[in-house]
């Protein structure tokens, strides 16, 4: 038998008291997890643009084009490189990084279609991370003039170190607002298979869709309160009666 949509709401109205409780439960789970085992990481980036090197009066042809995007990869591999990262950990002993650390904190990437070159670097502590990509960026630029003899790279936009952006892991008000709609979603499925597995005739419809047969009577559900004060008023019934005693 096919269920509609307002036997699928009269099943949720009946357990919605299952539902929320599961619902809370896992909410509650996901905010003590969050709080005490998830530790926020924060990325920091900070942006080069890298100059072209062909002066304004030559004419710009594809090899040209091609090769100043060839420029960018260079820098972005050297960026990368035992030169510039050493001698980041070098001058920064504070940091207590070793090249392993960093490399892994370390991310380079180019913008498409742009001279652009983007460094982030992610940390459990934001102040670090945009430090340490402010750094890379100006140990690049002090260090490129001596490896690629020209000086066509400038910080178009450091890391702030003044504001304190939104962990990249995810906040815990996202966490707890995915758990919600994740643990609503697995209660119902609980619910709807629960009661799709369950055979038992629970309403006049069923009776008549599984007998065929028309339903003539029905037998309400009498609970234990309703027997106890069916009981109590036959006895005061029966105690008000006047009896006649003869001797």
Known sequence: MEKTILDYFIIVRKKLWLIALFVLLSCVMTYYVSKTFVQPVYVATNQLLVN????????????????????????????????????????????????????????????????????????????????????????????????????????????????LPAPENASIAMNLAVSFILSAMAALGVVFFLENINDTLRSEKEAEHYVGLPVLATIGTIKKTNKRKRSKNMSEEVSDQTYVTVK
């Not at 035992?82 to 960093?102: C, D, F, K, S, Y």
């Not at 630029?141 to 003899?149: A, C, G, K, R, T």
């Open 52 to 163: 072209s090197v062909m002066k304004d009066s030559e004419s710009i042809s594809l090899n040209d084009v091609n090769m100043n995007l060839n420029l960018i990869e260079s820098y972005k591999e050297i960026i990368k490189s035992n030169t510039i990262t050493e001698t980041l950990i070098a001058n920064h002993p504070e940091l207590q990084l070793t090249r392993e650390q960093l490399d892994k904190k370390l991310k380079v990437s180019s913008v498409d279609k742009t001279n652009l070159i983007k460094i982030e670097v992610e940390d459990s502590n934001y102040g670090k991370a945009g430090l340490i990509a402010n750094e890379i960026a100006q140990t690049f630029i002090d260090e490129v003039p001596s490896l690629m003899n020209v000086n066509n790279v400038k910080i178009l936009s450091p890391a702030n170190l003044g504001k």
